[in-house]
């Protein structure tokens, strides 16, 4: 009777190894299950990153001081005839130049004066124009973006017209009515500048527009440390 049992014995564990490979093969479904969802939900994140509508963002936000309150910082102030500028190294342009002027701090120690007399030059009495070239820059950095040392976040600047174009003034010619006069006596008043309505007048026929000097020029640096 001991050949049937062994015999019985082989047969249960040929049977029973069959079961491995069934097992296998149902983890390694379940691990590409989770894969997929895993791909999916990557693709999914990266897709509405891309194709999502983004959300208005406010300017104010956008908008920080470059300089910390109180750090030194130097001026340049270039006149010119020219609306571009980029020739730093004329000494002959650079009228004005301070240093270590302190970053939002009103005070005497932030506020520089300077009076000059500026000869203008033929064709700026032509009607020629004429530009100032505002740089400020960090104490020890230059403003000229072609020097070695030049940082764009450590230098800015500004060009404000010195001249504006105005309609010429004109000669009021009027007689006068009052009773003590002479007949036919006419009277000049100080001659007034035109404006834009007055220019575009056709019974004054064409307008000459010419260049006025700006005596004074005023430079203020805004700061907004309330956020």
Not at 122 to 142: E, I, M
Not at 206 to 216: C, M
């Given at each position: 009777?001991?050949?049937?049992?062994?015999?019985?014995?082989?047969?249960?564990?040929?049977?029973?190894?069959?079961?491995?490979?069934?097992?296998?093969?149902?983890?390694?479904?379940?691990?590409?299950?989770?894969?997929?969802?895993?791909?999916?939900?990557?693709?999914?994140?990266?897709?509405?990153?891309?194709?999502?509508?983004?959300?208005?963002?406010?300017?104010?936000?956008?908008?920080?001081n470059l300089f910390q309150k109180g750090e030194p910082l130097d001026m340049w102030l270039y006149l010119s005839e020219h609306q571009r500028f980029n020739d730093f190294g004329n000494e002959a342009s650079l009228v004005w130049h301070e240093t270590n002027i302190p970053y939002a701090t009103w005070g005497p120690e932030s506020t520089r004066t300077l009076s000059l007399d500026y000869h203008p030059s033929d064709t700026l009495k032509n009607n020629g124009s004429l530009?100032?070239?505002?740089?400020?820059?960090?104490?020890?950095?230059?403003?000229?973006?072609?020097?070695?040392?030049?940082?764009?976040?450590?230098?800015?600047?500004?060009?404000?017209?010195?001249?504006?174009?105005?309609?010429?003034?004109?000669?009021?010619?009027?007689?006068?009515?009052?009773?003590?006069?002479?007949?036919?006596?006419?009277?000049?008043?100080?001659?007034?500048?035109?404006?834009?309505?007055?220019?575009?007048?056709?019974?004054?026929?064409?307008?000459?527009?010419?260049?006025?000097?700006?005596?004074?020029?005023?430079?203020?640096?805004?700061?907004?440390?309330?956020?």
């Amino acid at each position: 009777m001991s050949p049937p049992a062994a015999a019985a014995v082989a047969v249960a564990a040929a049977g029973g190894g069959g079961g491995q490979p069934q097992r296998q093969q149902q983890q390694g479904g379940f691990g590409q299950s989770i894969t997929g969802i895993i791909r999916i939900a990557v693709f999914w994140y990266f897709a509405s990153k891309f194709f999502s509508p983004k959300k208005p963002v406010d300017p104010s936000n956008l908008i920080s001081n470059l300089f910390q309150k109180g750090e030194p910082l130097d001026m340049w102030l270039y006149l010119s005839e020219h609306q571009r500028f980029n020739d730093f190294g004329n000494e002959a342009s650079l009228v004005w130049h301070e240093t270590n002027i302190p970053y939002a701090t009103w005070g005497p120690e932030s506020t520089r004066t300077l009076s000059l007399d500026y000869h203008p030059s033929d064709t700026l009495k032509n009607n020629g124009s004429l530009y100032a070239h505002v740089f400020f820059a960090r104490s020890g950095y230059p403003p000229d973006p072609n020097d070695p040392e030049y940082q764009p976040q450590a230098a800015f600047g500004r060009t404000h017209p010195v001249v504006k174009y105005l309609p010429k003034s004109r000669s009021d010619k009027r007689k006068s009515l009052l009773g003590n006069s002479k007949d036919g006596e006419v009277f000049e008043p100080e001659p007034q500048v035109a404006d834009d309505t007055e220019a575009d007048s056709k019974d004054e026929g064409p307008v000459e527009w010419i260049s006025y000097w700006k005596p004074n020029i005023t430079i203020n640096l805004v700061e907004d440390f309330t956020r």
